[in-house]
């Protein structure tokens, strides 16, 4: 099956089922197909053909989800992209990509072509938004994608001929070098799909609230898998507006929550999150790193009749590689769980012999889910793909039950004096304090040590919490090797558009 195969079986099954509801207006599963149809048929007019890559630059809303599957229509391959990023980032994606042409919002076009500079202009550029000639400046080939849908309705378009056809590339957070790009087959993204939909037992009648971005692994998680039952798509409009967010998923009545551990780490100290009550809410799920055990214990106290699934999982793997049954949440506590329906995962030595219970070794992943490659990339795929495994660079423990615990991925490792201190370790500690909302620790330069910790703290209110305090509260917890040298409080920490801590900006 292909993810245009899947997408015309749910509009044929559920035509009138709400697909997204967003500020701009609701949109039927009839509604986006026939707009999707347009789009594609004017791609294909554009000359687009079948592995041709087309840039999405969208916030998520529904001429996202139109675009997407528009793309998807014409045989091309999507390459979604977070349309806050920098002309700088930008020019080089544009250049990796050699993308045929751009969908983009008319907020960012003057940033586009800062982009572009000296390189050759797309061959179009659809624009979602008001048009000026001032906001085109000197861009050839714009068109406005409203005066496209609004065109009479054409033939079907579809050019994927096979599941093993290149679907989708998603480009890595680029936290330490340049971003990749994962390259993701129809394939690999329909059996992460049909695995991520079996275990949390999505149907028609699910409605998730989306507050991670489309173009994010997690968040195309999200979309695929509830097109692919025919549920809705609940879109918040800004996550920074906590208690709005919260208003919203009682109003829509939504059963289903995704973030990331931040995002739970916001709503729990500085929302009525805790306060509310969720008539709906059957499950919530959080991946993009390791949930303190402090959120989840939060989680299971205001959200007693709520599912919570801790997931682990890489873009490499089309999203999704693990997760922990709720009913194993307290009894496995710091678990990712086991791998999930179509994936094995065995924690390897370095000589690739599996580990003993208790021995730390590195996670490897077999299954459909995984990437294709990394595009333009041939080394670093070599390095991450060796034969059918995905070598994920994460380091963890597995027990005698078969549950993996990770210990920290090896990029991260802080190397002080003789010891091996991975900065989750000392997060989960300050993460406990009542006053810290989120904190990161990492390793600079020490000339004894060869590096010492360094912790940054978002606490409740600037006044609320000093160093001395949490350091001593730390000590209750922590052995000595493993306590800050130093705690520096910042507003905020500087992260990823899916909400990852940039440590490489911290350092």
């Known amino acids: 099956m292909t993810l245009l195969e899947m997408f ?30 347009r789009l594609s048929s004017c791609l294909v007019q554009r000359g687009v053909r079948a592995g041709d890559r087309v840039i999405l630059l969208l916030e998520n809303s529904p001429s996202y989800l139109i675009s997407y599957f528009g793309v998807l229509a014409s045989g091309a391959v999507v390459v979604a992209l977070n349309p806050n990023t920098t002309s700088h980032e930008l020019n080089y994606l544009l250049s990796d990509s050699r993308a045929k042409g751009i969908i983009c919002h008319a907020s960012i076009l003057s940033m586009l072509e800062s982009a572009i500079g000296c390189s050759p202009f797309p061959e179009f550029i659809l624009v979602d938004g008001c048009l000026s000639l001032d906001s085109v400046g000197g861009i050839p080939n714009v068109e406005r994608l409203a005066d496209i849908l609004e065109v009479a309705n054409q033939p079907p378009v579809s050019c994927v001929s096979s599941d093993a056809d290149l679907a989708q590339i998603i480009y890595t957070s680029g936290t330490t070098g340049k971003p990749k790009g994962v390259m993701l087959t129809h394939r690999g993204l329909i059996a992460n799909t049909e695995s991520i939909v079996s275990y949390l037992k999505l149907s028609e009648r699910d409605r998730i609230m989306v507050i991670l971005p489309f173009f994010y692994s997690y968040g195309n998680s999200l979309l695929l898998t509830h097109v692919f039952v025919g549920g809705t798509l609940v879109v918040a409009e800004q996550f920074v507006f906590l208690n709005k967010v919260v208003i919203q998923m009682v109003q829509e009545q939504v059963t289903g929550f995704s973030g990331v551990p931040s995002s739970y780490s916001m709503l729990l100290k500085q929302s009525v999150f805790s306060r509310t009550r969720f008539e709906t809410l059957r499950y919530v799920t959080c991946a993009g790193g390791a949930l303190s055990t402090s959120s989840i214990r939060a989680l299971q106290e205001c959200l007693p009749d709520t599912e919570i699934y801790v997931m682990y999982g890489q873009t490499e793997a089309s999203a999704r590689l693990s997760y922990l049954e709720p009913s194993d949440l307290t009894r496995k506590m710091g678990s990712i769980g086991k791998g999930m329906p179509g994936v094995r995962l065995r924690v390897l030595r370095k000589d690739g012999t599996e580990t003993l ?141 899916s909400g990852k801590i940039k440590r490489a900006a911290l350092r």
């Open 8 to 37: 015309h079986w749910t509009v044929a099954k559920h035509p009138d089922h709400e697909a997204i509801v967003h500020q701009s207006g609701r949109l039927t599963y009839r509604d986006l197909s026939e707009k999707a149809c």
């Open 357 to 497: 219970p208790g021995e730390v070794g590195e996670i490897t992943a077999e299954g459909d889910c995984l990437m294709k490659g990394y595009w333009n990339n041939p080394v670093e795929t070599c390095r991450t793909l060796r034969g059918s495994r995905l070598h994920t660079g994460d380091l963890a423990t597995i027990d005698k039950e078969g549950f993996i615990f990770i210990v920290g991925r090896k990029s991260e490792i802080i190397k002080s004096g003789s010891y091996r201190i991975h900065p989750v370790e000392i997060e989960e500690v300050l993460n406990s304090h009542p006053d810290v909302v989120e904190s990161a620790a990492v390793g600079i330069d020490d000339t004894v040590l060869g590096e010492c910790i360094l912790a940054f703290v978002v606490a409740r209110s600037m006044n609320s919490l000093s160093s001395f305090e949490l350091l001593h509260y730390a000590r209750t917890f922590l052995p000595g090797f493993k306590l800050p040298r130093k705690i520096v409080f910042v507003e905020q920490l500087p992260k990823t558009s």
